[in-house]
């Protein structure tokens, strides 16, 4: 029996051996789309052809593509571990045609490949054609031995491919295997008939869908033909594991095996194919989806791609719970879906320890919201009013759902142990709204808006040069194309070549000058385009400039080399922290500009300050050492095996430069750099702080800016030693002596106050009064904070057993009122201070509560506190 990692090669070599060029398997988190949340296709990462913005020099390509549906159309995540082919994560093998072989090539291909190399039986497969595609209908007579009753012919449900509402599109040829009798579920149940193309048939499993890309769908739906046709096809590797490894399930094929076999030793369970058997599937499908996105650089959070994260996680941590799993698991999970995928994927394997520990820290979270929601959800049960009513309302199950996170299967469960049941059509309408309301934020996003300004080609020589001639090549304001700008107008640029560095991989762009003759040009900013060219954001200081002039491009040398600094202080910076904290350190952002630098990192706690002071050593010591910064072009593979690092989820073309610092250093990396270390000249770190869950920044300066910053601080010591009277060496003996002197003063002003306040509290016993034969005591005192007046009240209580107190103030604005209750009044159960603050609070507009003996009501004054301090009697007593 072939391996997966057998079966992925053998296509893989299959289609180099038909001249296909290999191209790894893009990111799932799409870098360069807005239109998508994750990579849900093959095509994806071959859109930019399609439409004509790319030539990557290549016609022919094959792949094997991570992809991930959860959401939107394809969003199968409720469907998967209840079937056995469902899954959020997959592999999908895709070979492509741009403009090159069509339909001849590409079915015949598929049939030597399917029968002659996999030799999968021929009376099992079946193919499908689009209604009136009579050239691939003829072309699978013709070319294959296919029996010819297993061709048919399908409408555009079923046989016709479109990328979108416009745009690309074309009839498809979709390849089906009979499983054999018995392998449906479906199979004689309510009229349920098997056959090709089917729904939810279990026997004819399409295993390969050959699209042919060959239409233009105009926004009234006309089909007009591409100038060149293409072909995109998709095979879901993992159920092709399953048919080649003869298996029943893809969760008994060796991609996911391992990992439901461990579950099972960690939960003590035995695994059941059946319907039992989908907690164990549930959670091998999620590990996979967890490991591959976090190893692509998403975290887990509350909004966006993170969101999805949580939620794939946290249902994956409650199938656990179902299988007695209370404590973190799918963490010692995460090696062993490397150890599956690790070969094709070698990526992953640096990143084994960073996968697990986000995992773990998102488990040891979801413990705590179980916790947090367990106690809300109770609270919600109590105070269901009437007590007779038994269902916990739907905006109530949404809120825990939403803002704790909390499984509404596991309320399920509790509302059923405490006898209650569930508004589920109120949950399931405000999650509908919800939906409506992300919607409407996200809004509609063809593939024709994916369309930008198609600037002219740039070719970039700044990393050798600041200054240089050129022409150029467009003028553009918005959307529309000049012809010439003048004097004040502000304009995009573009040149045929260019020194200046368009801003990306988190260096800001280049400023600069561009002149002539006739013209002076201030770059305020560079950019680089959807298709790869570079613009020049631009204000024309003086005369005009046209298309094709000739111009000297100068950039400013100073904001480039203070920018280079800091980006090669990046690299020293993240090789450093990867000696001090951990190997598990990995960037998951950046943004070097001449000011200063910005590292985004990922570790779950906060460095203290010996580890920040050897990091920052570490730095500086390599700067002393002025060490060579080299760069190299390659092979991505090539640099992948020379143990380059490479930024999460970013994608990288066949050809890559790499940035050593030495045998410090080395990343892939397109950026500007010194040319050797000792440049930098010095290494400061400014702050350390949390901005996500398990990521942590690093602010820095290099350089001047460096210089700048320890200028700053020798002008702070000196003042304070100008303010202290005292040398630099005494400036901390005399910050403690004064700060000692300072705790002396409070204590004696706290002493001073005490003692005014027994008074206080002796003069107000005498002003107590009785109504309705409860002793009474309401006093305005001006200027006491409500940490005083709770300590006055609480002594008053103790010296009027007997009494209701109601003390108030004014402070900065804001009234407050304390409210307290002597322990006999509290033991007849005639008073609570509790009840008497809600009375004040809803007479005075303010808000408050507190224990039976002593509560607190607070608000904004509006200067009727006076008058209703004379309703208290009427208030207490209503």
């Known amino acids: 029996m072939q391996s997966s990692n057998q079966i992925r090669q053998s296509f893989l070599d299959f289609f180099k051996s038909k001249g296909h060029t290999i191209v790894p398997s893009d990111s799932v988190v799409p870098k360069d789309d807005p239109t998508l949340m994750f990579t849900n296709a093959g095509m994806n990462q071959f859109k930019k052809i399609f439409l004509g913005l790319e030539d990557r020099g290549y016609k022919r390509a094959a792949d094997s593509q991570k992809v991930l549906r959860v959401s939107g159309k394809h969003n199968d995540l409720e469907e998967v571990g209840r079937d056995h082919t469902h899954h959020t994560f997959f592999e999908m093998l895709g070979n492509w045609s741009f403009g090159d072989y069509y339909k001849k090539e590409a079915i015949s291909w598929a049939w030597e490949l399917l029968t002659d190399v996999w030799k999968l039986p021929k009376d099992k497969l079946y193919a499908t054609v689009y209604v009136n595609d009579e050239e691939a209908y003829t072309f699978w007579k013709t070319l294959t031995d296919m029996d010819h009753s297993h061709i048919s012919r399908h409408g555009e449900k079923d046989n016709f491919w479109e990328m979108g509402e416009t745009g690309p599109c074309g009839p498809c040829s979709e390849i089906h295997m009979d499983m054999g009798q018995g392998t449906c579920t479906k ?4 009229g349920h008939v098997c056959g090709v193309n089917v729904d939810g048939c279990g026997r004819f499993v399409e295993i390969w869908n050959l699209v042919f890309i060959q239409y233009d769908r105009g926004p009234d739906g006309t089909l007009k033909d591409l100038p060149s046709r293409h072909v995109d096809t998709g095979m879901g590797f993992e159920r092709l594991v399953r048919v080649l490894q003869e298996k029943d399930s893809n969760y008994a094929t060796d991609l996911f095996a391992p990992i439901i076999k461990q579950t099972g030793e960690i939960s003590g369970k035995q695994y ?16 996979r989806a967890l490991v591959f996105t976090i190893g692509d650089g998403v975290l887990p959070s509350n909004e966006g791609r993170g969101y999805v994260i949580r939620r794939i996680l946290r249902r994956a941590a409650r199938h656990g719970r179902l299988l007695g799993l209370k404590q973190p698991f799918l963490y010692r999970l995460a090696s062993t879906v490397i150890d599956i995928m690790g070969q094709a994927y070698p990526d992953l394997k640096p990143r084994t320890e960073h996968i697990a520990m986000v995992i773990k820290n998102e488990e040891d979270n979801f413990i705590s919201t179980v916790a947090v929601g367990l106690t809300k959800l109770l609270e919600s049960a109590a105070a269901i009013t009437p007590p007779n009513e038994k269902t916990i309302p739907g905006e109530v199950l949404f809120k825990l759902y939403d803002t704790f996170g909390f499984p509404i299967d596991l309320a399920q ?9 569930l508004d589920l059509d109120g949950f399931n309408q405000a999650m509908e709204q919800q939906k409506e309301r992300a919607r409407a934020a996200r809004g509609e996003v063809t593939f024709a808006a994916a369309k930008e300004i198609e600037y002219p080609s740039c070719i970039f020589v700044g990393y050798d040069s600041l200054q240089g001639k050129t022409k150029i090549s467009g003028i553009y304001r918005k959307e529309l194309n000049l012809e010439s700008a003048e004097k004040g107008e502000t304009v995009d640029i573009t040149l045929e070549n260019t020194p200046f560095y368009g801003e990306g991989g988190g260096q800001a762009g280049d400023i600069g000058i561009l002149e002539n003759a006739n013209c002076r040009i201030k770059v305020l900013n560079t950019v680089k385009t959807f298709n790869g060219s570079t613009v020049h954001q631009a204000e024309i200081i003086s005369g005009v400039i046209k298309v094709q002039d000739k111009v000297t491009a100068a950039v400013d040398q100073a904001a480039r080399l203070s920018t280079a600094r800091h980006h090669t202080a990046t690299h020293l910076l993240q090789a450093a922290l990867q000696q001090v904290v951990g190997r598990h350190v990995q ?9 200063r630098l910005r590292f985004d990192f990922t570790n779950f706690a906060a460095l203290d300050p010996m580890q920040l002071d050897e990091v920052e050593r570490l730095v500086n010591r390599k700067i002393m050492d002025n060490i060579p910064v080299t760069d190299q072009h390659m092979k991505l593979s090539e640099a992948q095996k020379t143990g380059a690092m490479a930024l999460f989820g970013e994608k990288y073309g066949e050809d890559v430069r790499v940035i050593s ?14 040319k050797h270390s000792g440049e930098l000249g010095l290494f400061r770190i400014i702050k350390e702080e949390a901005i996500a869950s398990g990521v942590r920044r690093i602010e820095a300066v290099a350089g001047e800016a460096a210089y700048r910053q320890i200028k700053q601080d020798q002008l702070l010591v000196a003042e304070v030693q100008d303010r202290l009277k005292c040398n630099r060496d005494d400036i901390v003996k ?8 300072l705790k002396a003063l409070e204590k004696a002003k706290k002493d001073a106050a005490r003692q005014q306040q027994g008074g206080m509290v002796e003069g107000l016993v005498k002003e107590i009064k009785k109504v309705k034969d409860v002793e009474l005591l309401v006093k305005l005192l001006d200027g006491l904070s409500q940490d005083d007046m709770r300590e006055m009240a609480d002594k008053l209580r103790i010296k009027l057993p007997g009494a209701v107190i109601i003390l108030a103030s004014v402070d900065d604005g804001k009234f407050g009122f304390t409210i307290a209750v002597g322990d006999e009044l509290l033991k007849a159960k005639k008073f609570m201070a509790g009840d008497i603050a809600k009375k004040i609070a809803t007479a005075t507009g303010g808000k408050g509560g507190g224990r039976p003996q002593l509560a607190q009501v607070g608000g904004r004054d509006d200067g009727k506190l006076k008058e209703q301090m004379g309703q208290m009697e009427n208030i207490i007593f209503s």
């Open 661 to 674: 610092c030495g045998d410090f250093s080395k990343e892939l990396c397109g950026g500007t750099h010194v």
């Open 187 to 190: 199979a004689d149940k309510d």
């Open 734 to 741: 005399k910050l403690n002596a004064q700060m000692e002197e």
């Open 587 to 595: 960037q998951q952002g950046s943004m070097v500009s001449p000011e």
């Open 272 to 287: 059941n194919a059946g319907p039992e058997g989908m907690s164990f599937r549930v959670i091998a499908d999620h590990i």
């Open 413 to 421: 469960e509790i509302a059923t142990e405490q006898g209650l049941t």
